[in-house]
């Protein structure tokens, strides 16, 4: 590993925040997903979870729209949604989904500076009524138009970088959050799952 290549896989890891994590429930298009990582990755986001309970498992997704962000996350996949939520329950404090309902909160008065987990439903129906009952409460993104929804990628993009907004004012970003044990178990699989060299990659 050439020294350039390691301060860059230091410097991405000293802005990884442990403490915020995407859920996306029984999202079809992977090509969705994969936008979705890319966002996450952006934003210094290492663990997602890929909740299916409805469709298949997903064995691959959309490269492109990715630009391999897949390869540097952690992803962890579940079918069962009772699991999914015990193992948020023990990394966050907070699980909020993005539904509509009378009692959802808009995006910006939510603290996501906290542990929190965002859930994000499919293309058709939205977040599952099991997992937004599971949740500790709903948000939506303020909207002024007919068609009160967004694409989910364009709508979780649109949340992270609020949450991104609001971690950089906290300084969050100040200083590498994850644990001594945390980083050089990512790292290590990093330089395994990635041997050729970092991309240049641009948005």
Same mark, same amino acid.
């Given at each position: ?5 390691? =301060? ?10 442990? *403490? #915020? %994590?995407?859920?996306?429930?029984? !999202? /079809? ?69 993005? =539904? ?10 939510? *603290? #996501? %500076?906290?542990?929190?987990?965002? !859930? /994000? ?69 990093? =330089? ?12």
């Amino acid at each position: 590993m050439t020294p350039e290549r390691k =301060k860059r896989l230091q410097d991405v890891m000293n802005k990884r925040q442990p *403490d #915020l %994590t995407v859920v996306m429930e029984n !999202v /079809f298009d992977p090509h969705n997903i994969s936008a979705v990582m890319r966002t996450c990755d952006a934003v210094g986001i290492q663990e997602i979870f890929i909740l299916n309970t409805q469709i298949p498992t997903h064995r691959r997704w959309g490269k492109k729209s990715s630009s391999s962000a897949s390869k540097w996350l952690t992803i962890h996949q579940f079918t069962d949604i009772e699991a999914c939520f015990a193992l948020l329950r023990k990394r966050y404090d907070k699980i909020y989904t993005t =539904k509509l309902s009378d009692r959802a909160r808009p995006l910006y008065e939510i *603290d #996501l %500076t906290e542990k929190v987990a965002l !859930v /994000f439903g499919n293309e058709k129906d939205g977040v599952s009524e099991e997992a937004s009952a599971a949740a500790d409460g709903n948000f939506i993104i303020p909207q002024t138009g007919i068609i009160r929804s967004l694409n989910i990628s364009v709508a979780c993009a649109v949340t992270l970088y609020e949450a991104f907004r609001q971690k950089s004012l906290a300084g969050h970003y100040d200083h590498p959050r994850l644990t001594s044990d945390m980083q050089q178990d990512i790292l290590t699989r990093w =330089k395994l799952d990635n041997p050729d060299p970092l991309e240049d990659e641009t948005a």
